[in-house]
């Protein structure tokens, strides 16, 4: 058992576990689980992603969303090895692909109805509430408090720093007919998952490496800017899923950001994952 297990294990059995207050900041239901971050409770401005890298957000039209309470976010996108689980338990499929791969990389090739078989048997597993994070938990927690087009406000030769990107690498490799990043991340296709450098809450990959379905159906944009909390919005075509970050096929800047984006909620796509929330006062 590892030692984070063991400290999550003696915080529960002291208190309610849907109390923040006392758990820790990072923490994991079962030694199988995926790792999650607390994200405390704020507001931030959602809008319009902006065009050229860096622009500050407030140049924009914009809707402030209010996150009421603390949730639960994976530190690291759902990994292989934590697929895997789900297969063995005959509830998940396992993905096009992923047999050969490292157990640390994450998984692709799903798809949002198989994201949501996922976080349906870990719910059942913990008996907790394990859902994909809502565009808005998504977009709080990857910008750590950055107003900006980006978590990280770097000049586009340190992006390899915090993203697993199209790179410099990837470029000498699969020669892909358009401009690569400027910056060496040392991985041409998919990387272990933590690789980079986390953003201020403690997230890793939250821009690069694979992108990430989001719970949110499509809805007309004068729906949206009508809410101000961050929940999931699940009115609208609900056939057509969000999904949010980049991936090591992302290239010039203006794409190393979060943006609106939505899919087929079958599609799949070689660049395309998931990470977990996990609700932590489902009650309120």
């Known amino acids: 058992m590892s030692l984070l297990f063991f400290l999550f294990i003696a915080a529960s059995s002291a208190a309610d576990l849907d109390n923040s207050s006392n758990m820790p900041r990072v923490f994991k239901d079962c030694s199988s689980c995926p790792e999650l971050v607390i994200i405390e409770p704020g507001d931030f401005y959602l809008t319009s992603p902006p065009l050229w890298q860096g622009r500050p957000f407030g140049l924009g039209p914009m809707r402030k969303v209010i996150v009421k309470n603390s949730y639960a976010i994976g530190k690291f996108e759902i990994t292989v090895g934590e697929w895997q689980h789900c297969v063995d338990a005959n509830v998940c499929q396992m993905a096009r692909g992923a047999e050969t791969k490292d157990s640390r990389l994450p998984i692709a090739n799903i798809s949002w109805d198989d994201a949501l078989k996922y976080t349906k048997w870990l719910s059942d597993k913990t008996n907790q509430i394990y859902r994909l994070p809502s565009e808005a938990e998504w977009e709080f927690a990857a910008r750590a408090g950055a107003g900006r087009s980006r978590f990280f406000d770097l000049p586009e030769e340190e992006i390899c720093n915090y993203a697993n990107i199209y790179d410099i690498s990837a470029h000498q490799e699969l020669e892909y007919e358009w401009r690569n990043i400027n910056c060496n ?27 990430e379905w989001a719970e949110d159906c499509k809805s007309s944009i004068g729906t949206r800017h009508m809410r101000n909390t961050s929940g999931p919005v699940l009115k609208g075509d609900c056939s057509l899923r969000a999904f949010r970050g980049s991936s090591w096929l992302s290239h010039p800047p203006k794409y ?9 909620s079958g599609s799949k796509s070689v660049d395309l994952g998931f990470r977990v929330v996990r609700e932590m006062n489902p009650s309120q």
Do not use: Q
């Open 185 to 211: 991340d040392k991985y041409v296709r998919e990387s272990p998952v933590g690789s980079f450098k986390a953003n201020k809450f403690g997230l890793h990959d939250a821009l690069g490496n694979v992108w």
């Open 256 to 264: 190393i950001r979060p943006s609106d984006r939505y899919k087929f």
